[in-house]
């Protein structure tokens, strides 16, 4: 089965850093653009950064440019989240997808397969 397990959230204050990661189980991990995603409670889940197969293009929203940077490591089937500067309103269900195509996407719909989720909340 096709796993992707979220890891890293947690609490923390506002300024503070936070790197996620996501371990992905049971694909070609590499044959895969990556993304991570966000939902607070009672919004919509929303774009937050996007990685190509091999990690040489990458896009960021703009909430959180300059300060999130998304990365990834194919030899360990992992792509990470690294967040600093950690705001309030940066608290959410932080999602790792995944999809199976070259180049990556800040559309939902365009992804195969989602994490569970890691909880990030960020007190002031």
């Known amino acids: 089965q096709v796993q992707l397990v979220e890891s890293g959230g947690g609490l923390v204050q506002a300024g503070d850093s936070l790197r996620l990661s996501c371990a992905a189980h049971?694909?070609?991990?590499?044959?895969?653009?990556m993304g991570w995603f966000r939902q607070a409670p009672g919004k919509d889940r929303e774009f937050v950064a996007i990685i190509n197969r091999s990690g040489t293009n990458i896009n960021t929203a703009d909430s959180v440019r300059g300060r999130f940077t998304i990365s990834r490591d194919n030899a360990k089937n992992t792509v990470y989240l690294q967040m600093n500067s950690l705001k309030p309103e940066d608290s959410a269900v932080y999602y790792c997808?995944?999809?199976?195509?070259?180049?990556?996407?800040?559309?939902?719909?365009?992804?195969?397969?989602w994490g569970q989720g890691t909880q990030v909340t960020v007190s002031s």
């Open positions: 997808a995944a999809r199976k195509y070259y180049s990556s996407s800040r559309y939902l719909t365009d992804y195969d397969y």
């Open positions: 049971g694909l070609a991990f590499s044959t895969y653009s």
